[in-house]
């Protein structure tokens, strides 16, 4: 059976409660900033990233609900941009329900891994979320995320708190 027939996925559900693991010094080229993408760039990205881990949460969402929540002002985006400006991956996060914040979407586009930009960029984007007191920062991950996902969630200071069997259709 392959994996696209499997009922069910294994998902991590892992949470940080108290400040994260130190920044992750980095000298070269790459710049990470929190933006405010249009709904066009946020989709770009968000298939660049997620196209090989199945991610179609936001792909599935109608335009007026995600052009919504780009500009609600409650997600907090960290891009992560080479040095032509090219957007590498991000860090999203949602305040909806702070003080504790979800971690709702984190990755590199495939050529971008592997070079340790996704823990740089996770430990920035953390430290910089962290300011704003929250209670926990949590997310949820699973078998289909990259494989490295919980040893670099564990890095940054992350500790599981459940492990569930779920549909896809759940995440």
């Given at each position: 059976?392959?994996?696209s ?11 940080l409660?108290e400040s ?30 997620g ?5 179609d949460?936001?792909l599935?969402m ?14 907090s ?20 329900a ?24 996770l ?32 890095r ?6 459940d ?9």
């Amino acid at each position: 059976m392959n994996e696209s027939n499997t009922a069910t996925v294994q998902v991590t559900y892992m949470e940080l409660l108290e400040s994260p693991a130190p920044a992750i010094e980095r000298c070269g080229v790459e710049r990470i900033a929190r933006e405010h993408l249009s709904l066009s760039d946020y989709l770009t990205l968000y298939r660049n990233v997620g196209e090989s881990l199945r991610w179609d949460q936001r792909l599935r969402m109608p335009e007026a609900e995600l052009r919504a929540l780009l500009d609600g002002g409650l997600l907090s985006i960290y891009v992560l941009r080479d040095s032509r400006d090219l957007a590498l991956g991000f860090c999203e996060f949602d305040l909806s329900a702070f003080p504790e914040i979800e971690l709702r979407n984190f990755g590199l586009i495939p050529a971008a891994q592997g070079s340790g930009l996704g823990p740089w960029l996770l430990t920035v984007a953390l430290h910089e979320v962290w300011q704003s007191s929250p209670k926990r920062i949590w997310l949820h991950t699973d078998t289909w995320d990259h494989p490295a996902a919980i040893r670099v969630y564990k890095r940054a200071g992350f500790g599981v708190y459940d492990v569930r069997h779920e549909a896809p259709g759940m995440l």
